[in-house]
């Protein structure tokens, strides 16, 4: 069977990573590792999940480094599996959908855990909702392929995707999925979304959390992503990688 790489970038997550590893481990019936990439959280998440002792996890405490793309570009260095994915380690996203998107990696090569396609949801407050739908409509209008959830971050795919796609190297929160799903959509790579019900945490604080106006600034770093990939396309990545 193959193995299975699910990655958890964390910040101050130690009332919830116990919770998600074991949800992970129930649900996912394959061989599976779990790396844990904490941006030296002081909850100590990195010690908390150390001390795990349900199945095989790897923990990495990143020290004078943060970031959410960051954190899982080093997972993805340390990853063995075939397939690969990541998602919250906040519990806002279900570990119980995961079969189900990989049952769908049999014919397709990413699945996105998708809040917006028929069945999903979006349980969040109403501001938060609105912005990441003109998000949406506006990565869809501009990058022009149908998909739903452009900045969802719950997504799993095969490893070998990364043989022609390099994971976007820029800094940043969910502009680095719009542009990796962007690019793979480009390469063209089968993507398929699975609904799910996104919920805001219950405990704990985030990579992402902010009040109305960092989240409003960290919207329109998505927008200004988007309209970059339209423009531009993968050029500014090139310029990175030469």
Same mark, same amino acid.
């Given at each position: 069977?193959?193995?299975?790489?699910?990655?958890?970038?964390?910040?101050?997550?130690?009332?919830?990573?116990?919770?998600?590893?074991?949800?992970?481990?129930?649900?996912?019936?394959?061989?599976?590792?779990?790396?844990?990439?904490?941006?030296?959280?002081?909850?100590?998440?990195?010690?908390?999940?150390?001390?795990?002792?349900?199945?095989?996890?790897?923990?990495?405490?990143?020290?004078?480094?943060?970031?959410?793309?960051?954190?899982?570009?080093?997972?993805?260095?340390?990853?063995?599996?075939?397939?690969?994915?990541?998602?919250?380690?906040?519990?806002?996203?279900? $570990?119980?959908? /995961?079969?189900?998107? *990989?049952?769908? =990696?049999?014919?397709?090569?990413?699945? #996105?855990?998708? +809040?917006?396609?028929?069945?999903?949801?979006?349980?969040?407050?109403?501001?938060?909702?609105?912005?990441?739908?003109?998000?949406?409509?506006?990565?869809?209008?501009?990058?022009?392929?149908?998909?739903?959830?452009?900045?969802?971050?719950?997504?799993?795919?095969?490893?070998?995707?990364?043989?022609?796609?390099?994971?976007?190297?820029?800094?940043?929160?969910?502009?680095?999925?719009?542009?990796?799903?962007?690019?793979?959509?480009?390469?063209?790579?089968?993507?398929?979304?699975?609904?799910?019900?996104?919920?805001?945490?219950?405990?704990?604080?985030?990579?992402?959390? $902010?009040?109305? /106006?960092?989240?409003? *600034?960290?919207? =329109?770093?998505?927008?200004?992503?988007? #309209?970059?990939? +339209?423009?531009?396309?993968?050029?500014?990545?090139?310029?990175?990688?030469?």
């Amino acid at each position: 069977m193959q193995m299975i790489s699910v990655i958890l970038p964390t910040y101050n997550e130690s009332k919830n990573i116990i919770n998600l590893m074991d949800a992970l481990f129930k649900n996912i019936n394959q061989p599976l590792e779990i790396i844990v990439v904490d941006d030296d959280s002081p909850d100590l998440t990195w010690e908390v999940a150390g001390k795990y002792s349900g199945g095989k996890i790897k923990v990495i405490r990143r020290e004078g480094e943060r970031g959410l793309a960051t954190a899982i570009r080093r997972g993805l260095a340390e990853a063995s599996g075939d397939i690969v994915g990541w998602m919250d380690a906040d519990m806002s996203m279900p $570990a119980e959908i /995961i079969p189900a998107m *990989l049952k769908n =990696l049999a014919d397709h090569d990413l699945v #996105i855990g998708s +809040r917006y396609v028929s069945g999903g949801r979006d349980a969040r407050g109403s501001f938060r909702v609105a912005t990441s739908r003109v998000i949406n409509w506006m990565a869809g209008l501009f990058l022009g392929f149908a998909i739903k959830d452009y900045d969802s971050g719950f997504i799993f795919l095969k490893k070998g995707v990364f043989d022609k796609v390099t994971f976007p190297a820029r800094e940043g929160y969910g502009e680095y999925f719009i542009e990796l799903i962007y690019k793979c959509k480009k390469a063209g790579f089968k993507i398929k979304e699975v609904p799910y019900t996104f919920k805001d945490r219950e405990r704990g604080e985030s990579k992402t959390s $902010a009040g109305p /106006i960092k989240f409003t *600034l960290l919207g =329109l770093g998505y927008i200004y992503r988007i #309209i970059s990939l +339209r423009l531009f396309g993968d050029s500014k990545k090139e310029a990175v990688d030469a």
